[in-house]
């Protein structure tokens, strides 16, 4: 009975399983019971009561600052949590927007037959991604930003509608008035209409094969309904958003000189110098991502689409590129993925991202090493599931479909 046990491949296989799962709860227990244990023999416990604990160290002012209204002495060690939460989803979603569009851009100017194109694309492949990110930060952050004039002293960026200096970026805020809330609100609907356009389009050229011109329709009705609406608040209460333009002060004692932190908005270097590094960095990879997929398609798909007199771009755009995408999005989402994760990188030039902002001052201050790393790790680990769950469900949705 047993020797039968111990050929049966099956019974072998389901051993197998549940040994490695116990193996696997043991080292668990086993690592628990000993950080418990250290960590009763520094006389330490284990909790998060420290949350509620008032921060007492400054935060760069950033988006995150503004939406908890962080207040040294006031705001909690939660409050300081969530706004590494946010500052680090400010980057990672902005920047993978950008690097994006970045990336399938120069990957398909490396398959160009325009020579200057093909050659520029290239040198910026090979360069970007072979220098270290790190080494990209600091360039941007102190080679370039420290490089630009000084506080009192400013660069004009359109005109006098921006201007950099040392201290950062500064351009137009909007302020939101009277029936602001109706023009965001339309500004959403267009959105929504011109997916469900999109799709309707889809739908109709597999059916029927009728391309609509689609890009013009949505630009129509992302363009048309909202300054509709714009106008017709604008006729009847007034403008509902306005435009803060910078003001750069001359005059007056010296401290003062310089940008005024009471109009326009500041994106300060340390967010600009990481969104660069991030962006510009990972863009080199999802163009030779973007490149392996196209060139995995074979030259007859795009020699029969320009027999039956498509042109160039539309080959590219409704024949090689969805075919590329089932090679394409499994690689590149492990680049989203890494963006992500760069991101704390932030702590070399003091950007108050998670790790930074956390990992870093909190840290110092409250010592509780394993919680906070605990719950850093979490975060993390929560992005990368979110964002692997919604390529797959991409992936899902563009493959194709045998008949």
Do not use: C
């Not at 006389?43 to 009561?49: A, L, Q, R």
């Amino acid at each position: 009975m047993i020797q039968n046990l111990i050929f049966d491949k099956r019974f072998r296989s389901i051993a197998f399983q549940i040994f490695l799962f116990l193996t696997v709860i043991f080292l668990f227990y086993w690592f628990a019971q000993n950080a418990s244990n250290n960590i009763s023999a520094r006389g330490d416990k284990f909790g998060f009561d420290f949350l509620n604990n008032t921060s007492g160290f400054s935060i760069l002012p950033t988006l995150g600052t503004w939406l908890f209204d962080y207040q040294v002495g006031k705001s909690t060690y939660l409050d300081v949590f969530f706004i590494g939460i946010v500052n680090t989803l400010v980057i990672a979603i902005t920047g993978i927007v950008a690097t994006t569009f970045l990336g399938f851009l120069i990957g398909i100017f490396r398959l160009s037959n325009n020579i200057i194109l093909k050659f520029f694309s290239s040198v910026y492949i090979e360069m970007f991604r072979n220098i270290p990110l790190l080494i990209h930060l600091f360039f941007w952050y102190f080679a370039v930003l420290r490089a630009v004039p000084g506080k009192r002293e400013k660069i004009d960026v359109l005109g006098s509608y921006a201007g950099i200096n040392v201290t950062g970026l500064y351009i137009p805020k909007p302020l939101f008035l009277d029936g602001s809330g109706i023009f965001l609100f339309s500004i959403i609907i267009s959105i929504i209409l011109a997916f469900v356009m999109s799709s309707y389009a889809s739908r109709l050229r597999i059916e029927t094969g009728k391309q609509l011109p689609l890009f013009q329709i949505n630009i129509g009705i992302i363009f048309i309904i909202p300054v509709t609406v714009f106008t017709f608040l604008s006729l009847k209460s007034g403008f509902p958003v306005e435009l803060q333009s910078p003001e750069f002060i001359t005059d007056g004692p010296k401290l003062k000189q310089g940008f005024s932190r009471n109009a326009g908005m500041n994106i300060h270097p340390e967010m600009i110098a990481l969104w660069m590094a991030l962006v510009l960095y990972t863009a080199a990879f999802i163009a030779e991502i973007v490149r392996a997929g196209i060139t995995a398609i074979h030259k007859g798909q795009t020699e029969a689409s320009l027999a039956t007199g498509m042109t160039k771009s539309n080959t590219l755009r409704l024949i090689i590129i969805p075919q590329a995408l089932r090679v394409i999005v499994p690689p590149l989402t492990s680049q989203y993925l890494n963006l992500t994760k760069n991101s704390s990188l932030a702590v070399a030039i003091a950007y108050p991202e998670l790790v930074s902002v956390f990992a870093g001052t909190a840290l110092n201050q409250v010592g509780r090493e394993i919680e906070m790393i605990f719950m850093m790790a979490l975060v993390y680990l929560t992005f990368s599931l979110i964002t692997s769950l919604f390529m797959n469900w991409f992936n899902y949705r563009i493959k194709l479909v045998e008949r």
